[in-house]
């Protein structure tokens, strides 16, 4: 205990509105230096898919199945991040528990432990698609109610460059997301390998005490 700090501790306990966690779960579609060329290339390539649907004749039909099929998607990755979550929290023997403890975050500027930074990556993620398919379930709801031939407005060339900008602010938001498990899957194996030491270290010391 002496070599784990009192602040990391803390962190730990601190008590965050959910409210206020969800908007930091956000901050993952700012771009930064290391990562604005991945979200250029997404960007770009949810443009193409996004003005095809737009200008099609059938708008509201195509982006009411793709709604749809993004839900059930949504819904199966929630799934899986859920028991990937659960599972990690089960991991977590003595040893692996003090590791992450003591192990200091990467890339972090204020003073953060490795669980405390899995716990969050975790979280935020799970929020993110509980936003997601909340969103999706509301336009699956809504879109079959509009009429095929519907306008917002009678200037038609601004009516589907208006409709282009907000499919593309939902294709590229479900474009993120599923980029995210990749960050989902680097941080189980992580936690595997993490894991693995924590297992050899304890073996270790048990045939060290029966020699």
């Not at 930091?24 to 991945?38: D, H, R």
């Not at 949504?74 to 040893?95: K, M, P, R, S, Y």
């Not at 997301?177 to 993490?194: C, D, K, M, P």
Request: aromatic share 14%; hydrophobic share 50%.
């Amino acid at each position: 205990m002496e070599n784990i700090k009192k602040s990391v501790l803390e962190k730990l306990l601190k008590d965050e509105a959910s409210e206020k966690k969800l908007l930091k779960s956000f901050s993952v579609f700012l771009p930064t230096k290391g990562n604005i060329c991945g979200k250029m290339i997404i960007f770009c390539m949810c443009m193409v898919p996004s003005y095809f649907t737009s200008h099609s004749y059938c708008t509201v039909i195509l982006f009411g199945s793709v709604c749809d099929r993004m839900l059930d998607i949504f819904l199966t990755l929630f799934g899986i991040i859920f028991t990937g979550f659960v599972f990690f929290q089960a991991l977590l023997n003595d040893e692996l528990l003090i590791m992450l403890i003591k192990t200091k975050a990467k890339n972090e500027k204020k003073e953060k432990s490795k669980l405390e930074e899995v716990n969050n990556n975790f979280v935020s993620l799970m929020m993110l698609y509980v936003v997601a398919i909340i969103t999706s379930l509301i336009l699956t709801v809504i879109i079959p109610c509009i009429p095929i031939d519907f306008t917002l407005f009678s200037n038609i060339a601004f009516c589907n460059f208006f409709a282009w900008i907000l499919i593309q602010i939902f294709y590229f938001f479900s474009a993120e997301l599923l980029w995210r498990v990749l960050s989902f899957v680097h941080n189980i194996y992580q936690l595997f390998n993490a894991y693995a030491v924590s297992r050899i270290i304890n073996l270790v010391s048990i045939k060290e005490d029966d020699e």
